[in-house]
């Protein structure tokens, strides 16, 4: 979808996934139990770290579903790059649409 969105020839898009990371799998795609964080923040790390190491020129990642936002941070900490998911965009709606006081100086 984001290839026919986004045609250009110069972007590359590579796509990590979770299904196959256990602790993520049994808690939140089976709904088996509770969820252990520390574990699935470890199943994100490493996905994303190994991204970055197959594909060196990977400048963000997307967190696409709604269950990841939590580990965006241990994800940064460890790869370096902008980690954006649907709570960096609403953020972004957000300051767009209320804007505060500039509150700095010159």
């Known amino acids: 979808m984001l290839r026919k969105a986004f045609p250009a020839q110069d972007r590359e ?7 196959k990371q256990s602790e993520f799998r049994h808690a939140i795609l089976d709904e088996m139990g509770d969820i ?6 470890q199943e994100v790390v490493a996905i994303g770290v190994g991204l970055i190491d197959q594909h060196p ?9 709604s269950n990841l936002p939590p580990y965006a941070k241990s994800l940064q900490d460890q790869i370096h790059v902008p ?9 972004y709606v957000r300051a767009s649409c209320v804007r505060s006081h500039f509150r700095g100086g010159y």
């Open 13 to 19: 898009i590579f796509v990590g996934g979770m299904q």
């Open 36 to 41: 252990d964080p520390e574990a699935v923040s």
């Open 57 to 65: 020129s990977i400048g963000a990642i997307l967190l696409e579903c």
């Open 83 to 91: 980690v954006f998911d649907f709570t960096t965009m609403i953020n």
